[in-house]
């Protein structure tokens, strides 16, 4: 194996410097940023290239953690042909389209507290309580809706046309784009399916058709 010596490129701090011409530069720089610098970099040909199918996983508490925005504007764009995530991310992005917020918070609050309060926390994020309450106001009202689809992907895309604000949800049904989450009873909006199942309402979902979704 050769060993190539590319000397280290020092970031200097410069007046009107774009966040992109930093990542950029991240390249030629060492430790974790240059990796952040190649991923850019690989990104970005994947965009471009016409031919490059681009699949997008979103893990973790991404949405309750302030990263909803810039991932309706990378599905608006056109950048995502795929879209992966948990049913975490998009209970919460639908708990917005809902009109509710979250909270800058403390990770080191007593959750007693919280709990006298109706507040719910997600580390150092706050979220009212209830949110779970109107959540399930909106699936009772849709329901007999949602529960035409056959799929997971076509339930996300029915709950994505019945959202009643700007979302993930709503921006992957209006550009078609597959949505796909593996965990979804896992969630929040699993919750809220068992809520009506348990009301003698039915739905039957095939988990297995998603993988004939080409």
């Not at 930093?22 to 991923?39: C, P, Q």
């Not at 681009?54 to 909803?68: D, H, I, N, S, Y």
């Not at 764009?77 to 991310?89: E, H, L, M, Q």
Request: proline letters at 3%; charged letters at 30%; glycine letters at 8%.
């Amino acid at each position: 194996m050769s060993i190539s010596l590319k000397p280290i490129k020092h970031i200097k701090s410069e007046k009107g410097i774009k966040a992109s011409e930093l990542v950029t530069r991240m390249k030629d720089i060492g430790f974790n940023a240059s990796y952040l610098g190649e991923a850019a970099d690989i990104l970005e040909k994947a965009i471009r290239d016409k031919e490059c199918k681009l699949f997008v996983g979103l893990a973790g508490a991404l949405v309750p953690g302030g990263m909803r925005a810039i991932t309706i504007e990378m599905l608006e764009k056109g950048w995502v042909d795929v879209f992966v995530t948990t049913g975490a991310n998009l209970t919460h992005d639908l708990i917005e389209a809902l009109g509710f917020k979250h909270y800058q918070g403390s990770a080191e609050i007593d959750d007693k507290i919280l709990n006298k309060k109706g507040i719910d926390r997600i580390y150092n994020v706050f979220m009212k309580n209830e949110v779970y309450a109107r959540l399930e106001d909106f699936f009772t009202k849709n329901f007999d809706e949602l529960a035409k689809a056959t799929t997971p992907k076509e339930f996300l895309w029915l709950l994505g046309r019945l959202a009643p604000r700007k979302s993930i949800l709503k921006t992957c049904y209006k550009k078609k784009i597959p949505i796909f989450c593996p965990a979804l009873s896992d969630s929040g909006i699993g919750l809220m399916i068992w809520g009506q199942l348990i009301r003698k309402k039915k739905i039957n979902l095939n988990f297995f058709d998603n993988v004939f979704f080409f």
